[in-house]
């Protein structure tokens, strides 16, 4: 084995074990029976080869709509929906899943502003105005959808609640669109790294098959 090969070698094992640690805490084939809601579902999730394919077809649409869900007010439900646009975008279901862990009680509030800001930008530039709204605004917003109390202020709160939706879309198709050009270029390079190591174990193999053989000695 040439000193390159070993590099080559040495450097595709580092980028499998960074990927394993990555997806310690992520659902995969093997461990999808033990999360919550998934596990009623794993039986035909393990069947569906896509949703474990890291390939760009299959993660660069993962990566965009877990970015545009995490984004988007819905916290609490994201999984099963996350799992459903895994199996209508034929995405990668890991992906779109991890990228669910952004959005956590230390974040959401922050997220939602932000959404809310960005969707009422967007709506401003279409001449639709929005209500000024802050931060104990929000606050407001989350203690009364978790606490089942959003039903007497149904109509501020769909308003609300849809321009949030429009902010996460733009938001998370700002982010996905980042990620995603960093996915294809790794993507590319790991590609290439690989054709390259698998290039020189064929040429090493070629010239031991070319070298000659010794003659059997006479006696």
């Not at 393990?46 to 970015?67: D, H, T």
């Not at 992906?95 to 956590?104: A, D």
């Not at 606490?147 to 198709?173: K, Q």
Request: aromatic share 10%.
């Amino acid at each position: 084995m040439t000193i390159e090969e070993h590099e080559l070698r040495e450097t595709r094992t580092r980028r499998i074990r960074r990927v394993k640690r990555w997806l310690r805490l992520l659902p995969r084939r093997t461990n999808i029976h033990r999360y919550p809601i998934l596990w009623r579902f794993s039986v035909g999730a393990r069947k569906r080869i896509y949703l474990w394919s890291f390939r760009v077809e299959n993660a660069v649409p993962a990566i965009y709509a877990g970015f545009i869900l995490a984004l988007m007010p819905l916290y609490g439900i994201q999984i099963p929906i996350a799992l459903c646009l895994a199996l209508f975008l034929r995405a990668n279901l890991p992906i779109l899943v991890g990228l669910q862990m952004l959005s956590n009680p230390l974040t959401i509030l922050p997220f939602w502003y932000a959404a809310y800001q960005v969707g009422s930008s967007v709506l401003r530039i279409v001449s639709i105005d929005t209500p000024p709204l802050g931060q104990n605004d929000v606050k407001a917003i989350a203690h009364n959808f978790t606490n089942g109390e959003w039903i007497s202020n149904i109509e501020p709160l769909l308003a609300t609640f849809s321009i949030m939706c429009l902010g996460g879309i733009v938001m998370g198709v700002f982010f996905g669109l980042i990620s995603s050009f960093a996915y294809r270029f790794t993507a590319k390079r790991t590609a290439a790294s690989y054709a390259l190591l698998i290039q020189k174990i064929h040429d090493r193999k070629a010239r031991k098959s070319d070298l000659p053989s010794d003659p059997d000695s006479d006696v």
